[in-house]
């Protein structure tokens, strides 16, 4: 149980990095004040193939790597109480 522990620890810091690491890599998505005025559309090539995009992958793995922190947030809570 001990080696579980220790291995899952590594693999968690590993993803904590990582997700660090992907969302200060990310752009800023929103426009502001200055999309609002101009009255930018989301209706544009673009906006429809964004996630085949640097941005786009940036964003689903940041969100994929989230949810495997999540988890082994959760299992490792649940180890460290037994």
Same mark, same amino acid.
């Given at each position: 149980?001990?080696?579980?522990? /220790?291995?899952?620890? &590594?693999?968690? !810091?590993?993803?904590?990095?990582?997700?660090?690491?992907?969302?200060?890599?990310? /752009? +800023? #998505? #929103?426009? @502001?004040?200055?999309?609002?005025?101009?009255? $930018? $559309?989301?209706?544009? !090539?673009?906006? +429809?193939?964004?996630? +085949? /995009?640097?941005?786009?992958?940036? +964003?689903?793995?940041?969100?994929?790597?989230?949810?495997? !922190? &999540? &988890?082994? /947030?959760? &299992?490792? @809570?649940?180890?460290?109480?037994?």
């Amino acid at each position: 149980m001990e080696i579980a522990r /220790t291995i899952l620890t &590594v693999i968690y !810091f590993i993803v904590a990095l990582a997700v660090v690491i992907l969302a200060l890599l990310q /752009t +800023k #998505d #929103d426009g @502001g004040a200055s999309a609002t005025i101009t009255g $930018s $559309s989301s209706n544009n !090539f673009y906006e +429809k193939n964004k996630g +085949k /995009t640097k941005e786009g992958k940036l +964003k689903r793995w940041t969100i994929i790597l989230a949810i495997i !922190f &999540v &988890v082994l /947030t959760v &299992v490792l @809570g649940i180890l460290y109480m037994a």
